[in-house]
Antibody, heavy 113, light 107 residues
Framework: QVKLLQSGAALVKPGDSVKMSCKAS????????IHWVKQSHGKSLEWIGY????????NYNEKFKSKATLTVDKSSSTAYMEFSRLTSEDSAIYYC??????WGQGVMVTVSS | DIQMTQSPSFLSASVGDRVTINCKAS??????LNWYQQKLGEAPKLLIY???NLQTGIPSRFSGSGSGTDYTLTISSLQPEDVATYFC?????????FGSGTKLEIK
């Protein structure tokens, strides 16, 4: 069945970057868009953007355009999101999702000095 | 951006009750509305896609309706395992936007 396995929790310092992964299995990786979503503690969800694994084409929420970079490695069926210039506001759980249908388990990112 | 106003924020109901949760979009989203259930410590789980289509494996007590700007998730007979937070998502236009969530508890 479809599985999206995300990388482990990250503790990072303010100003640093973090790169998280989302390894897909159970389907043809290049057939479906991968979305990324942010969930701040106890709060609602924000759509960050998506990447088309076939073409590498991306679409970002303007709010995250200067913050997030989405990439894929087709050879390993893995999508990546890099979040840069981190602040405390970026502490959250980040999810990848195939077509906003199937979701990974989430990555908790904590930004703290 | 399309704003999604979800209500109520909190809902307490008894087992067996009929429960409704609403989402109102700031403009017509042409039925491109999904509903998700999120249990504590878990990822969101798709319940309903495109307003009224039940995702595979989801119990038939869940249903969705609506059009234009107004959408509703209904649980026909609340079960203890339905305790969760429910979110709507519009995917009519980018950026996709979520409702603020409804926390559902059992009385």
């Amino acid at each position: 069945q479809v599985k999206l396995l995300q990388s482990g929790a990250a503790l990072v310092k303010p100003g640093d970057s973090v790169k998280m992964s989302c390894k897909a299995s159970g389907y043809t990786f290049t057939d479906y868009i991968i979305h990324w979503v942010k969930q701040s503690h106890g709060k609602s969800l924000e759509w960050i953007g998506y990447i088309n694994p076939y073409s590498g084409g991306t679409n970002y929420n303007e709010k995250f355009k200067s913050k997030a970079t989405l990439t894929v490695d087709k050879s390993s069926s893995t999508a990546y999101m890099e979040f840069s210039r981190l602040t405390s506001e970026d502490s959250a759980i980040y999810y990848c999702a195939r077509r906003v249908i199937d979701w990974g388990q989430g990555v908790m990112v904590t930004v703290s000095s | 951006d399309i704003q999604m106003t979800q209500s109520p924020s909190f809902l307490s109901a008894s087992v067996g009750d009929r429960v409704t949760i609403n989402c109102k979009a700031s403009q017509n989203i042409n039925k491109y509305l999904n509903w998700y259930q999120q249990k504590l410590g878990e990822a969101p789980k798709l319940l309903i896609y495109n307003t009224n289509n039940l995702q595979t494996g989801i119990p038939s007590r869940f249903s969705g309706s609506g059009s234009g700007t107004d959408y509703t998730l209904t649980i026909s007979s609340l079960q203890p395992e339905d305790v969760a937070t429910y979110f709507c998502l519009q995917h009519s236009s980018r950026p996709f936007t979520f409702g603020s969530g409804t926390k559902l508890e059992i009385k």
